[in-house]
């Protein structure tokens, strides 16, 4: 049977309908084909509203794409807060003004995912809408009428990409991948990790949550050994990991300015930049960032939405133990990126498995370290699980930029989160915190 005539691959628990807060549209520019800009690049928009005039609308990325550079040639111009050239009043501008059919592909089949494989279509929804992070709406599994004509508008968003960029190859999503760089897998192999990394998130007694992050890349380590000594990769559904020996380590000093980075780009740099737009300011040159990233450097601490400055030394200090709610949403969040695929390969602007893993780690990792910033601003000794839904949402975003990315930028991305131990110091003092 072919891909086309395989029953489209839902995920089980997974539910979601819009509930029209208008959040999903910031924190990332959103691609549009020529087709999709043909429709819209000739409206006097600011004519039609003043928040429309004397900007920019897209930006023009036709020689990126053209050498396969850029996933599409023509993207929205966010504001300098993230937010959607054309959210007016917390409302999509062009589907108030021409309709639905009008607006970019992208936007129509948001946040609906799908990625080919040999076993099918496999349908996810991203994170990057508060709805879906809080699984709201119905199943999934109920939905699949309008789950395959959401497929239908993506395969003619991929024709339509491909025949603009003047490709012939035929199936971009079912050509080569990596597990990690420079080894690459078939997707039967893929397969084979996969089910054993969905095995963790279906455990009962439900393991705590940092620990299936540090087996799942236990498990990573190991069909990278597997594969490099040319052995059954099929070997991996007995593998058990040994978490014994992430006991006692704490994290080195190059984890630690990492992570801090990672945190500094993904939780406090966005509110800066808000900040500036409110006060007027000029958007933050090169050395504006510098300047703020040596502070967070020098001062050891940095700025968390709605808990203001926080010591990164302090948010480390012990909490009570993550609630069984938490736990739950922490296997769903991985159940759905692993089932959905879209945390690696084409979907993640061509990453291997394992870098792709690594940001999953680092969002999830970020987003308790959040958790506890707030937790602990708060007075309270548990972290709450609306905070976590909300570093989700801000979070899960930025893996939406990296995914834009390409070229030097995703080679830097892929060498740079190469090994799949790369966040288990900080899973271990993150664990040894909340016991
Ligand atoms: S074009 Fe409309 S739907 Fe798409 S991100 Fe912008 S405001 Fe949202």
Known sequence: MTEEKKPLQIPEGISYNCQGCGRCCSG???????????????????????????????A???????????????????????????????????????????????????PYTFVGTPKGVFAGVSHSSMASVRNLGRPLLEQREMLEGMLELNKQLQAQLKEEAGKTDD??????????PGIPISWDEYFLIEERMLSLTRQEPFADTCRMWLSAGEILAEAIRLKSTAQDLSLISQFKPNLSIWQDKVPTSFENLMFALLCFRGLTWPLIRRRRIQN?????????????????????????????????EKSTEKLDALSPEIDHFMRQYLYLKLFGKTYFGSAMGGLSVVAGFNHLVATALMSLIYGKACAMKKGEREIAIADLYESVLLLDKQMVLVSQTSGQMALMYDQGFASPRVFSRLLARMERSLS
Request: charged share 20%; with cysteine.
């Open 60 to 110: 023009h990325r036709e020689i990126e794409f053209a050498d396969g550079l850029s996933p599409f040639p023509i993207y929205t111009k966010a504001h300098p807060d993230g937010a959607c050239p054309f959210l007016v009043d917390n409302l999509c501008f062009i589907h108030g003004t021409l309709g639905e059919s009008e607006k970019p592909t992208l936007c129509q089949m948001f």
């Open 171 to 180: 199936n971009v999503a079912l050509s080569s991948m990596n597990l990690a």
């Open 28 to 58: 990332f520019a959103v691609g549009l084909t020529l087709k999709d800009y043909d429709k819209v690049k000739d409206v006097d928009w600011a004519s039609k509203h003043p928040q429309l005039a004397g900007i920019e609308l897209f």
């Open 280 to 312: 007027n300011q000029k958007p933050a040159s090169r050395l504006d960032i510098l300047r703020c990233v040596l502070g967070v450097l020098i001062t050891k601490k940095m700025e968390f939405p709605n808990c203001g400055s926080v010591s990164i």
